[in-house]
């Protein structure tokens, strides 16, 4: 029996897959950026907000890599934009409001799922968009970095931990999964 075919009729196409990656690739950069904006918004001068500083400058950064991917390829934003926007900046105050390691929680959570999105889809690209893929794999080792910085700030301290950990995790996989499609 022959080797399956990289793609079925049926299956979307690598362009559809690579303009489905922007699309929610420069939404969740996007959500992110919000995340921290509403975060500093509490925390101004905490203990924290030196890295949550830091954090937002690479996630503008990415962002802005990520529109960029768009506007040339012509790949359509999210319709759900408006939601991160405000879903977002809560999303970083509410967990600001709960101090400083909550906040860091909040990135711990998120950036463990990212994590795992981003070398999803490293792997589904497999050399076919070098670009993207480059583009995915910077920002993956920043969101790692974020990640083990947050953890450095006590993130595991805060209280309520596990539970506002896996609150966050699924909100972050929900957000994937309906940017992707929407």
């Not at 196409?13 to 975060?39: C, L, N, P, S």
């Not at 950990?165 to 957000?175: H, L, P, Y």
Request: hydrophobic share 45%.
């Amino acid at each position: 029996m022959g080797a399956r075919p990289p793609y079925l009729p049926g299956d979307r196409g690598a362009a559809d897959d690579a303009a489905r990656m922007i699309r929610v690739d420069q939404a969740g950069e996007y959500g992110a950026t919000r995340i921290y904006r509403g975060q500093l918004a509490v925390l101004r001068h905490g203990r924290g907000a030196g890295a949550v500083r830091e954090m937002a400058e690479q996630e503008n950064r990415h962002l802005a890599q990520f529109d960029r991917l768009m506007a040339e390829r012509r790949v359509r934003p999210t319709a759900l934009s408006p939601l991160w926007h405000v879903a977002g900046y809560v999303l970083g105050a509410a967990t600001a409001a709960l101090g400083d390691r909550a906040a860091m929680a909040c990135t711990v959570a998120v950036e463990e799922v990212i994590d795992r999105h981003y070398a999803r889809q490293a792997e589904r690209l497999a050399g076919s968009d070098p670009e993207l893929a480059e583009t995915i794999a910077a920002a993956r080792a920043d969101e790692i970095a974020h990640r083990d910085a947050a953890l450095a700030q006590e993130a595991m301290l805060a209280p309520g931990y596990d539970l506002l950990s896996a609150a966050i995790k699924t909100g972050a996989r929900v957000a994937i999964w309906l940017s992707e499609r929407i």
